[in-house]
């Protein structure tokens, strides 16, 4: 189970870090990423990171603006999002996959969160 909190309402040029709790003993040995739903868009890969935290992937349209990382003694995982911008509006989903290896494909994520509201006002 993946429970994703942090989310809310932010002016354009704020920040929040999102977290992501895991349940069960086998978080560890799973990639992670963050993907995004705006309304009436596709859900879209925003950032990975493999089991061990040393690969990571964004998006060319976070690269340089968000940060991914993971405690795994913990069993969560965390998105730091700066430099926020209106067109980041969206809901944000922390996925699992059962591949260590950091991955951008949708498809590859096997578990999915709830999902947690981000809105960026102008």
């Known amino acids: 189970q993946l429970v994703e909190s942090g989310g809310g309402l932010v002016q354009a040029g704020g920040s929040l870090r999102l977290s992501c709790a895991a349940s069960?003993?086998?978080?560890?040995?799973?990639?992670m990423g963050w993907l995004r739903q705006a309304p009436g868009k596709e859900r879209e890969f925003v950032a990975s990171?493999?089991?061990?935290?040393?690969?990571?992937y964004y998006a060319d349209s976070v690269k340089g603006r968000f940060t991914i990382s993971r405690d795994n003694a913990k069993n969560t995982v965390y998105l730091q999002m700066n430099s926020l911008k209106p067109e980041d509006t969206a809901v944000y989903y922390c996925?699992?996959?059962?591949?260590?290896?950091?991955?951008?494909?949708?498809?590859?994520?096997?578990?999915w969160g709830q999902g947690t509201q981000v809105t960026v006002s102008s």
């Open positions: 996925a699992a996959s059962r591949s260590r290896y950091s991955t951008t494909v949708t498809n590859d994520y096997d578990y």
């Open positions: 069960g003993r086998t978080f560890s040995s799973y990639a």
């Open positions: 990171i493999d089991w061990r935290g040393s690969t990571t």
